[in-house]
């Protein structure tokens, strides 16, 4: 089994809506053992989204296997109450590569089981702002240039050249 999450399953608010999803699926194959038990039919298996297979098959969990996927629900809370959380602010929203990227990096340097939220302020200019706990890291562009003011003046004397 593994310890790890899919890289698609990246934010906190993620994890609580595949719970959910997985909550209802673990209903839905109780309700479909029950009605096999009395009418000796068995349904097919309910439909679940890509990112709960991802999940069941990062857990090695069929999707069919009830005991299983309810035993991965209380694994997934203590995930979700355990794991840190990194703000991630970049000038512009990340596109599903670059969160792909950016969330690779954190889980195999940082941790396997941390989550990350996106959001995107204009006013840094470019790089990004780092939020962890109570901790603020800025790697902004913004900051690079005020923290650099005769550089600026620099620049624009090249662009006049």
């Known amino acids: 089994m593994s310890t790890g999450l899919p890289i698609d399953l990246y934010s906190p608010d993620q994890l609580s809506v595949l719970m959910l999803e997985l909550y209802k699926h673990t209903e839905a ?16 298996t309910p439909p679940v989204t890509a990112l709960l297979l991802e999940v069941l098959k990062e857990f090695d ?4 296997d009830l005991t299983a996927a309810e035993q991965l629900l209380p694994k997934l809370e203590l ?7 990194v703000h991630v602010i970049l000038a512009t929203p990340p596109n599903e590569d670059l969160r792909h990227q ?21 006013d840094i200019g470019g790089g990004m702002l780092l939020r962890a706990g109570s901790h603020q890291y ?24």
């Open 29 to 44: 194959l109780r309700n479909n053992r029950a009605r096999t038990r009395v009418t000796k039919k068995s349904d097919s």
């Open 61 to 64: 969990i069929s999707v069919d």
């Open 79 to 85: 995930i979700r109450s355990k794991a840190l959380v």
């Open 102 to 122: 950016i969330t690779q990096w954190f889980r195999t340097e940082i941790h396997p089981l941390l989550f990350l939220t996106f959001a995107a302020r204009r």
């Open 138 to 161: 800025d790697f902004s562009f913004r900051k690079q240039l005020l923290d650099n003011k005769a550089k600026i003046s620099e620049i624009f004397i090249r662009l006049q050249s």
